[in-house]
């Protein structure tokens, strides 16, 4: 997929203008927090789980070739085969050629970032195969031909308003007369269109939150159900995941899964939580006939061992992004790619590179408040400071803004200096501000005081009265 | 092929400052596999005697919108599916899953049953399985594909019925994982593992429309659980 | 009990931090008033300029690591090192050891200053246990949760503690209290429509609460906040409200300047 993370500030001004994304995360922004808070009141262990999912998988990352080649070995016994991928292009290599060996004309897919980062949709099409995606988020965006804005839920920036707008146009062989006001009318009518593509699809694709070394297993985290018929239906099931999605065993994997719904949407468990392994057994009365699970690494492997590793802990839950007050203002399709809100902020420039996403890690507060909910304890924060970091050592950042900070840096190692220039400075715009008390224009300031007053100071500095009052006999 | 996956393992080494793991080290992660150690359970699925569990299966259940009956006999069963599916204003047609623990009911009981065993045919009616497991902790229920379970019996029907041994009742997902290992011949290797295992906890559902829940998004929209007491039907 | 704090008065250095010492020395006064009235001898070291959170949080590690080593120098003396400001005063607990870790000869002094450095509410409630007596602030109150002072410091029941002594004043907690005001220094410069966006709904959710006086322990909040309130007075007709830091209130001085981005 394409990125303009580089525009971030443009996209953001063209979210903070749509007023159909401000509505969608006004109620976004109440939600999810609310139901993760509500789940998380009910499990007094979660704070402990939070800690153990965060070892298993610090744990897993420091043996992960030994890991991954157990995984290998246990899905070739029971009949699967293993593809590795260094980049997007290999990795659409081979799906495309599992689809034509088996003459793949349609093939469904379950939600996949894993999808979207490899561009794997063109790609099919472009080779005259029809991806359709059964996730109903997923489904509508195809339906708008937008990338998803939100890792779990990837129609979050639409009102109900806007996709009842898009079945209309795109369901156009239906009555066009027909009540699509209540929700579950929409939601009866994409299940009603995409069950009988299940049974048409050749190929069903996933993506995975888990891979289960001991097992040789994918495991996938779906409420709708969609993920299950697209694998059992066709021919084939390819399993689409990149390397840091093992873990070691099912106890592994289920104390991770008790943090994930809870911090993703509030459930203690998702719906359907399915472990798939191999193709279908001989006797077995369903399944799909082949099972392919592609390995993505993708820049992945290059993380370990650096001061980023510790992104690859993520498990792709959204609490980050559900609370980041950032992405609650511009919405996910500012950050330009996959992976949107602070885990992207972090995993986009760590993908494809600082320089092809120099704001993401800019456009933080530093506010804390997604590591606080990260179920993974992944410092965020502390990861887009050392990208912007990065940034400065590489004078990626603008020239003004490198300036004014040296400059003031400059300054502030010079006391004396500072003092003299600071009491100056403060006493002039005390003086033009004294009597309104705030600044409506300052240049140099004219984004803050283009929609906000900007306090006067009051004349004289701490240090500089202290000094005065101490000699003239007592401290304050 | 071998190219990427040299490529990857060798990239993943050179990261890491080191080259494949020695014996020692293989030897420990080995033990682990072999252990499978658990993490913190939580402490309200844990302790409990059989009532306990049936308690808490039926509170989580309807946390999730999954009916839950319970039935002192196998005997008991047919009658409590007619009622259901009455009560639901839904035919008395069902497919039903072969499997052996079904076998075991007397379905001649409620004659009104129209019962047709064996793969579902795609048609969103009512659909009746069985499970290795129902996790009480989460209402969550373990089934298994196999030679007399197919797991899109699971996912075609819009109604979803499960009958359950009360003896399969477990408190945390461990627990149901270690049913599952000690039912196979040998350990829990990809060979012995079904080709699927679904942990089914409630009925479908999206909140892809503004973040309202609204069932049945591609698999049933109702799920009953109906819990034999007696072991009977283990 | 170490040997600081068997002597009778402990010497506190009060960090001003940079905003307070250029924009509103009254907080400083403010803090330096409390922290003797818990019992303690406050020194304002000289030559104090700035933490160096701004260069620290743009990436600057060589820059912010000398003004790391100066401000440690300057402050490695004291019992005590009380800052009116969660930002600030997390910069010096928090990050001065880490970004000095490497550093043979400045990582203990780092750590040594770091476990003496106190959020100025912290300090009074937890360090010293002062009792807030004597002072009056009628009205409706409400308090927002400044993002480092929150997370890094846990800085959340003490100014509330510590303002349920002054008479007159009722607390409305305000929703949302945790949620970032879309200040984060150089953030409001980089992203101002994004931190306007911000600030507009921290500023809907304080007038919604009815409070006439909004309180919080960082003057770059404090600013953002009192800048936005007072722009919505003037072009929306929306109430006007008296933004002060809290140690102004607690110390019972908020008659002595007026509130912040408000004339004399």
Redesign the interface.
Known sequence: MQATSNAFRANARVGLANPTLQSALGKMKVGFPTKRAEAVAKLPEFDALRDQARDIKNHVLENIDWYLERFEQRVTEAGGHVHWARTPEEAREIVLGICRRLGARTVTKGKSMIAEEIGLNAHLEKHAIEPVETDLGEYIIQLRNEAPSHIIAPAVHLTKDAIEADFRRAHSHLDARRDLTEPQSLVAEARGILRKRYFEADVGITGANFLVAETGSSVIVTNEGNGDLTQLLPKAHVVLASLEKIVPTLEDASTILRVLARSATGQEMSVYTTFSTGPKRAADLDGPGEYHVVLLDNGRSALLGTEFQEILRCIRCGACMNHCPVYGAVGGHAYGWVYPGPMGAVLTPSLIGVENARPLPNASTFCGKCESVCPMRIPLPKMMRHYRAREWERKLGTRVSRLALGAWAWAARRPALYRFVAARAMSALGWLGRRHGSFFNLPLASGWTATREFPAPQGRTFQDLWRERRRAGGGS | ?SG??D???G???R???RG??DAA??AT?EA??DG????????RAQGLDRAGLLDLLER?AK??ACSVARVRSAAEVPGELARYLKSQNLPSRVEM??DPTLDAVPWSAAPMLEIAR??PS?E?GVGVTSACAAVA??A?LVIA????????M???PDTHVVVLPASRVVG???DA?DRLRAASAAP????T????????????????????I???????RRLHLIVVEDDALA | MSETQTRARPRVGLFATCLVDLFRPSVGFAAAKLIEDSGCDVEVPEGQTCCGQPAFNSGDNADAAALARRAIAMLEGYDYVVVPSGSCGGMIREHYPELLAGDREWAPRARHVAARTWELTAFLHEVRGLRIEGVRHDGVVTYHDSCSGLRELGVKAQPRALLAGVAGATLKELPGAETCCGFGGTFCVKYPEVSDKMVAEKAADILATGAGTLLAGDMGCLMNMAGKLKRMAMEEGARPIEVRHVAEVLAGMAQDAPPIGEAG
């Open positions: 092929m990427a996956r490529a990857i393992l990239g993943i080494r990261s890491l400052g494949a793991l080290r293989v992660l682990r596999l499978h150690p658990r993490g913190q359970l939580p402490a989580q946390a999730v899953s072969p064996g793969k795609g969103e902790e989460t969550t594909s196999g030679e007399r379970s197919p797991a899109t699971n996912f075609l945390p997902l461990e994982w829990m290797a990809a060979a593992m079904p080709r699927t295992v679904n942990l089914v906890t409630g009925p479908s559902r999206t909140g892809d429309i503004e973040q309202k609204e069932m049945g998004a591609h698999g049933p």
